[in-house]
Nanobody, 121 residues
Framework: QVQFVESGGGWVQPGGSMRLSCTVSGIIFRVLDMGWYRQAPGKQREFVAMITRDGNTDYSGSVKGRFTISRDNAKNMVYLQIDSLKPEDAAVYYC???????????????WGRGTQVTVSS
């Protein structure tokens, strides 16, 4: 059974930076594409970024140039470096295995608890 454990969130001022981490277990990590999603209050969960098993990356338009996704296959971890944070980036961030479709739909129905990112001055 695949499990996702997200960490690294917290409070940051606009313009600040943060690094989120996700540990994956219960599955062969190195063969998975991995992605980050986020959900703000009152909104649907949305795709943020993905990294393929080969290291290719893709980002949503709203975060491109500010967010960087990376992975460490030896540790079964995926990271999200968030720079130049904006108030609209405030959300709970989750990781999952994205499908290779236009929506980057998550494969697994089970989600981790996520990690909260709060952006305010």
């Amino acid at each position: 059974q695949v499990q996702f454990v997200e960490s690294g969130g917290g409070w940051v001022q606009p313009g600040g930076s943060m690094r989120l981490s996700c540990t994956v277990s219960g599955i062969i990590f190195r063969v998975l594409d991995m992605g980050w999603y986020r959900q703000a209050p009152g909104k649907q969960r949305e795709f943020v970024a993905m990294i393929t098993r080969d290291g290719n990356t893709d980002y949503s338009g709203s975060v491109k140039g500010r967010f960087t996704i990376s992975r460490d296959n030896a540790k079964n971890m995926v990271y999200l470096q968030i720079d130049s944070l904006k108030p609209e980036d405030a959300a709970v961030y989750y990781c999952n295995n994205p499908q290779r479709n236009i929506e980057h739909s998550p494969t697994f129905r089970s989600w981790g608890r996520g990690t909260q990112v709060t952006v305010s001055s």
